[in-house]
């Protein structure tokens, strides 16, 4: 999978990027990751990428030049899945969504700043408009990483053990079970005997038990 995202804060993207998980698929040539700074694309001679709102009104607005002309230069070297732009009055994200952009080959996305973007970029490039929640957010960069974090996980050999992404919290519509690790007793604190028992049958049905206990417990409408 290829993904450019474009910004107009590169260094607040490399950080995020380079650890872990997303570093790993990029080692393993699982995940081709490129950040574009949308300045070095403007033809202001001050590199400007933004500018007041026509009809007057507080805030700057993103400047459709150097946008539209680094998707096009993108778009002349291979096609994309999708154009996602990061906006707070996008789609929500969920789950389902980032297991589709997790089949796609090629991805852009744009993050927005100031105000927003001039809205003929949105009209005739954007195909997706996606938002982590309903906040509002100063830039659409870290919203940014936690879309492509919940996606490149979902890239098979990405994760070491293949089943852990599928077992996930939300892939099924329930919350994941307790999980516990040594000792199996920690100053009193003790691992349930059933995690104990190496009863496979009855460790696989404690754990859906739980797991539905905890789903109506605290999220009712994954069960709706
Ligand atoms: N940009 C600013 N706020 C955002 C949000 N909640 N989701 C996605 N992009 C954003």
């Known amino acids: 999978m290829r993904i450019d995202i474009l910004t107009i804060l ?4 490399q950080g995020p990027f380079s650890e872990s998980i997303m570093k ?30 026509y009809g007057g009104g507080a ?21 994309y899945d999708e154009i ?18 997790s089949l ?3 991805l ?15 009209e005739h490039f954007i195909t997706k408009e996606i938002s982590i929640g309903s906040y509002v957010l100063t830039g659409g960069e870290l919203a940014a990483c936690v879309l492509v974090d919940s ?11 293949e089943t852990s992404a599928l077992t996930d919290s ?27 028992s190496g009863n496979f049958a009855k460790i696989d049905k404690w754990r859906e038990e739980k797991a539905m206990e905890r789903t109506r417990e605290r999220r009712p409408d994954l069960l709706e």
Do not use: W
């Open 84 to 101: 996602i732009f990061m906006t707070p009055d996008g789609e929500v994200l969920e789950q389902e969504l980032s297991n589709d952009l």
């Open 10 to 13: 590169p260094d607040l993207l």
């Open 108 to 122: 852009i996305i744009l993050c927005g700043h100031y105000k927003g973007i001039d809205e003929r970029i949105r």
């Open 151 to 161: 996606i490149v996980r979902l890239i098979p050999g990405v994760i070491n053990d």
């Open 24 to 53: 790993r698929a990029q080692e393993r040539e699982l995940l081709t990751l490129e950040i574009h700074n949308i300045r070095d694309y403007s033809q202001n001679k001050h590199k400007k990428v933004d500018d007041t709102q």
């Open 59 to 79: 805030g700057m607005v993103m400047t459709v030049q150097p946008i539209v002309d680094l998707i096009e230069k993108l778009q002349s070297e291979r096609s």
């Open 170 to 196: 939300f892939q099924d519509n329930l919350l994941s079970p307790p999980v516990y690790t040594k000792p199996a007793d920690y100053k009193g604190m003790k691992v349930p005997d059933v995690l104990l």
């Open 104 to 106: 796609k080959e090629n």
